[in-house]
């Protein structure tokens, strides 16, 4: 009997071995990266870093070679796609949280109530950093301080100062084309350390200094706005032209740490202030609740890692490669262990708008704020975006904002 189970396991053993030969196998490359949009256009606008600069080199990197295979990675194939506003370049900043979240609220105010609005992401980025300031101040020091955040500070913002369209405030000076928040931020950062070597905690000061800094590099943010001929402050036009509640919408998380199906904190720098109202969900209901979202005409505003070698900037399309790990072999754990070990960090947010059901399994159109998606033709229909596998949002993207309605029933599993 021992026998046969040694004999029956070695055939089991064997017949996986000779399925994985069998399969085609994910090649890889070393390409050299040359100077990209990056530094050719967001630091070429830059006058300052243009006459500093020394000339970029040539970066080499370990990347998956998806030469010659057959990608959907031309926009014309995403027939479900839903409206948005076109990609829009983040600069040199760190707030890929905004740009991605602001999209998707436009996307959302046009879905819920047909109106088109192009909205400042920089007003919302400005209080942001007034509420980083004051929890800094209560915190002594120990709050963190930075320039990244998470989609659900862009509601809370909103929330709390309203939101004003692009053209009553851009944030950019001085004839600049694109943000660049390089010196802005030393100079905050610099002020912050100051507070905290000489103990000065003093909300009020603390504030209006860090306000007179980025009045001074992104101007000073309007109290009122008018539309076609009314006066309002930025809450009224929340209300009365944007029309979305901030209170609508909920972020959908899926990790190991933190039990299932209940309401957790999302352990990552950028959450700053610990917001602890993630939904955190098994992977295979984050994906089935994701998947039900965009085939519902919803979109997303979606984060997590986009420095793997399965995240090909040439094709502009983001695989998980069989050397990484097999895809049937993506699961809850495989997820957690990289978190854990933080190869998966949440370094980016993007806005996914449409989908592509292909051989069985989704890609999805990302809509991106970051200079990766726009390496290529600058007058492709593709710029600024890109091709996300299923694959890799389930092993890679760590959660998504989306409105509560396209999530009600999963909401109900939660006490």
């Known amino acids: 009997m021992k026998r046969l189970i040694l004999l029956t396991i070695a055939i089991v053993c064997f017949s996986d071995t000779f399925n994985l030969n069998a399969q085609t196998r994910d090649k890889s490359v070393f390409r050299e990266y040359k100077p990209g949009y990056y530094e050719n256009s967001i630091l070429r606008d830059d006058r300052d870093v243009k006459e500093k600069a ?33 990609p829009v370049s983040q600069g040199a900043t760190n707030t890929c949280w905004c740009f991605s979240t602001t999209s998707f609220l436009e996307s959302e105010a046009y879905r819920i109530n047909k109106v088109q609005v192009r909205l400042s992401e920089m007003y919302t ?48 000076t001085g004839g600049r084309k694109f943000h660049n928040h390089v010196e802005m931020f030393n100079e905050l950062e ?70 299932y199906y209940k309401q957790v904190e999302y352990k990552v720098p950028d959450n700053w202030w610990h917001s602890s109202a993630y939904y955190n969900v098994p992977l295979n209901d984050f994906m089935a609740a994701l998947k039900n979202a965009v085939r519902k005409g919803y979109t997303v505003s979606i984060g997590g890692d986009v420095s793997e070698p399965g995240l090909d900037r040439t094709t502009q399309c983001a695989v998980i490669p069989d050397f990484d790990i097999p895809s049937a072999f993506i699961n809850d754990e495989a997820r957690q262990f990289r978190f854990s ?63 509560k309605d396209a999530v009600k029933d999963l909401l109900a599993r939660f006490q």
Do not use: C
């Open 54 to 86: 020394e000339p970029a080199t040539p970066a080499r990197r370990f990347s998956v070679d998806l030469s010659g295979v057959s990608l959907p990675n031309k926009i014309d194939l995403y027939k479900t796609r839903q409206w948005h506003n076109p």
């Open 125 to 172: 980025v400005y209080w942001e950093y007034v509420e980083k300031t004051k929890r800094y101040v209560h915190e002594r020091g120990k709050s963190a301080f930075a320039e990244g955040s998470e989609a659900n500070a862009v509601t809370r913002m909103w929330k709390k100062y309203g939101v004003v369209p692009l053209e009553s405030y851009t944030g950019l």
């Open 190 to 259: 610099k002020y912050m350390n100051s507070l905290r070597e000489s103990s000065s905690w003093n909300e009020e000061d603390a504030v209006e200094t860090v306000k007179s800094i980025m009045n001074h590099f992104m101007g000073e943010p309007p109290t009122e706005v008018v539309v076609n001929g009314k006066k309002m402050t930025p809450l009224q036009y929340l209300n009365e032209v944007v029309r979305v509640n901030p209170d609508d919408y909920v972020d959908i998380l899926s990790y190991m740490q933190e039990p």
């Open 341 to 403: 070990n933080q190869t998966t960090t949440d370094d980016h947010g993007m806005h996914l708008v449409g989908y592509l059901e292909r051989d069985g399994k989704d890609w999805y159109l990302i809509k991106d704020s970051g200079s990766g998606s726009r390496n290529n033709d600058p007058a492709a229909k593709e710029f600024g975006y890109y091709f996300f596998s299923e694959e890799y949002v389930k092993l890679k993207m760590m959660d998504f904002m989306v409105h």
